[in-house]
């Protein structure tokens, strides 16, 4: 889907570059459409687990850091990684998605789970009482930097490495969201 976009990407396509029938696709997934959304959820998740994103160890481990600024270095760090495997996909559902019903639909329910991540992230931030904004400003401050764009042009268009990138939302997480009397 990545290289081709959504559009030129056929079963048969995938079968062969799968070296199975294009009948076993349909048989796995049922249609393009779904396994779409499956690549996504294999993408997000960067592997094959059913285990709801906030619900993953690493985020597990994020939520249970008591020191807020060093929970946002960690979730930095984590979503840096996150997007360094979902901007790709990011950009071909966004450029499909006019022209393609299922790429629009898939782009809308990335946007809520998105959504939806992030809020239970800013919940779990306000609860360590460090927390300096709402817990609706923390999510969409957090939702409007992680969908890959701001990654994709600092990492691929800017030159900037990860570990750069990682450092710069850190920075900008805390100073929006941390407590300066909880800031270290």
Not at 23 to 33: D, L, S
Not at 41 to 70: K, N
Not at 150 to 159: A, C, M
């Amino acid at each position: 889907f990545v290289a081709r976009g959504y559009a030129r990407t056929t079963i048969a396509a995938i079968a062969d570059a799968a070296d199975v029938s294009p009948e076993t696709i349909y048989g796995t997934f049922g249609n393009k459409a779904a396994l779409l959304h499956r690549t996504w959820d294999v993408t997000i998740g960067g592997d094959d687990a059913d285990v709801v994103f906030h619900e993953r160890p690493e985020v597990a481990a994020i939520r249970a850091e008591p020191d807020l600024a060093e929970r946002v270095r960690m979730w930095a760090t984590f979503a840096t990684a996150t997007q360094r495997r979902t901007a790709p996909f990011m950009r071909m559902i966004e450029a499909t998605a006019d022209a393609e019903p299922a790429a629009a639909a898939m782009l809308a329910e990335i946007g809520r789970q998105r959504l939806a991540g992030m809020t239970v992230m800013a919940q779990s931030a306000a609860e360590t009482g460090q927390l300096a904004v709402t817990v609706d400003e923390c999510r969409d401050i957090a939702w409007a930097t992680t969908d890959g764009a701001l990654w994709h042009r600092l990492v691929d268009g800017r030159g900037w490495t990860d570990t750069r990138f990682s450092e710069w939302l850190a920075t900008l997480w805390i100073a929006s969201f941390v407590s300066p009397n909880a800031r270290r």
